[in-house]
């Protein structure tokens, strides 16, 4: 292979009169390696010299009076004195004057029960992004961490809350980055957010969020947001549950490690921090705003909707971690456990209640609906019936009257009791409810309604004498 290639050289210098770059341009090789094979030397091409060269003292006295000037400040100044090239030349000039210099900071000290630091971080999971809670002490360096499926106001108080109840105190301070849930602005003056400084005063705590770019200031939290991230790198979860799970085990372990820098571990040094004390009554986690009533029963609250009873037109959502409450004028008018994914319906059998009195034509049809789309066990026991030869309308009717009398969860688990024994009649049903049970009317209703309203003409009495 090398006989060939010098060869080629040779043929293309000699036969052909090829230049040396001609020849490496044509056989792919460098210029120095086909020198060598002709025995000739390369010439160094003469570089051009650069525009910006008489200008080569202005920049280093610009530097040097200005260490931190940007190119399009140097690029302004040499223009000012003659300067015809392009902007990306005194880009690239100056790369090397423009190096970032390493801070340092200070080594920061707390006091016992001085200071908790606080943020939140992000995880992408197979089943969506979660967002972890993070609280150390910056004394002890105890870790508290807990993910949640959002990031708003109640669960960041959640998570205040339940770390507050773990150490079992307040500390006397708490920092944060620049949240909307802490900070609601910054220029003219500060302004905190006002839901957050109830929960603040209510558990005696100052706020001190950090200085813009100053991420030393809470460099113990961004720390532990590093560790926690490296370890669900190479730790698979399928669900929240398992999430939360997984890091609890994680930083239980952690607290009970010797630290590096206290040479002690946050466990024993818990002991030592100096915490306010809870208050008597914990503080509700929750968000409050107004929605307005759909024409058919629902109130959308995060793309989902949730049905309430017969209502005005506007009401007042309350949103706590794992349910809602719906409020009219202060008053509770329906609870939903609160569902995380979109678009989902959420309704209650008993707020159609009212409805279903105005249109009793319609009312086996809908109850028969709303029962069996309930939950699969409910379809599962009104299939059964119907096999059993009762009319599953009529049975989706008794089940109604039964679920007035419990709650939802204690009904369902009857029902599904009542298929694993495969008795799935309403009697039995109630047995296990330990409700008392009494068949009720079954009205028929012609498919023509507006025979419900013929009147009939009254006879004399007289007419039947006759018969008698």
């Known amino acids: ?27 792919h090789i460098g210029k120095d390696r086909v020198c060598r094979i002709l025995g000739e030397q390369c010439m160094p091409v003469p570089k051009k010299p650069s525009i910006l060269a008489p200008y080569g ?11 931190y000037l940007r190119a399009q400040q140097v690029y302004e100044r040499l223009c000012s004195h003659g ?9 690239l000039h100056t790369k090397k004057y423009r190096k970032k ?24 999971t197979p089943f ?3 967002y972890g809670f993070v609280f150390i002490l910056s004394f002890s360096r105890y870790v508290f961490v807990r993910f949640y499926p959002r990031y708003s106001m109640e669960f960041f108080l959640d998570g205040h809350i339940e770390a507050f109840k773990e150490i079992g105190g307040v500390p ?26 109830d929960l603040s005063r209510h558990y005696r705590f100052s706020i001190r969020p950090c200085t813009p770019g100053r991420p030393n200031e809470k460099g113990r939290v961004e720390r532990v947001i590093r560790d926690i991230k490296a370890f669900l790198q190479v730790t698979p979860v399928g669900s929240l549950m398992e999430l939360n799970k997984q890091v609890t085990l994680w930083r239980h372990q952690k607290n009970r490690k010797l630290h590096r820098s206290t040479g002690r571990t946050p466990v024993e040094m818990l002991k030592e921090e100096k915490l306010i004390a809870l208050p008597q009554i914990h503080y509700r986690p929750c968000r409050l705003l107004v929605a307005q009533v759909s024409k058919t029963g629902f109130v959308l609250f995060e793309t989902n909707r949730y049905s309430v009873p017969a209502s005005g037109p506007t009401c007042e959502i309350i949103a706590y971690p794992e349910y809602i409450e719906i409020h009219e004028k202060g008053r509770k008018i329906a609870t939903h456990k609160r569902v995380f994914l979109r678009n989902q319906k959420i309704e209650n059998l008993l707020h159609r209640e009212k409805l279903l009195s105005i249109t009793p034509h319609y009312k ?9 789309g309930m939950d699969a066990s409910a379809g599962q026991f009104l299939a059964a019936a119907e096999q059993a030869g009762l009319d599953k309308t009529v049975v989706a009717y008794e089940m109604f009257r039964l679920l007035r009398k419990v709650s939802k969860e204690m009904f369902l688990s009857a029902v599904r009791e009542a298929n694993k024994e495969n008795l799935c009649t309403i009697k039995f049903l109630a047995q296990l409810l330990s409700v008392p049970y009494q068949a009720g009317a079954n009205p028929v209703y012609p498919q023509n309604h507006k025979l419900l309203d013929i ?6 009495l007289t007419d039947y004498d006759d018969l008698i």
């Not at 301070?173 to 839901?195: I, M």
Request: charged content about 30%; proline content about 3%; some cysteine.
């Open 1 to 27: 292979m090398r006989e060939s290639i010098e060869s080629r050289v040779k043929h293309l210098r000699e036969v052909e009169g090829l230049s040396i770059r001609q020849i490496a341009r044509a056989l």
């Open 57 to 67: 003292r202005l920049i280093d006295q610009l530097y040097q009076e200005h260490p």
């Open 83 to 91: 300067y015809k090239g392009s902007y990306m030349m005194v880009v």
């Open 101 to 124: 210099r390493a801070i340092v900071y200070h080594e920061l000290d707390f006091l016992p029960g001085e200071e908790a630091q606080l943020d939140w971080m992000q995880w992408k």
């Open 128 to 130: 969506g992004i979660m």
């Open 172 to 197: 006397h301070r708490c920092t944060y980055d620049n949240l909307s849930s802490v900070v609601t602005k910054r220029v003219p003056e500060l302004k905190f957010n006002a839901h957050f400084l």
């Open 364 to 372: 086996y049809q809908r109850i028969y609906k709303l029962i069996s």
């Open 455 to 460: 009147t009939y003409e009254g006879r004399d």
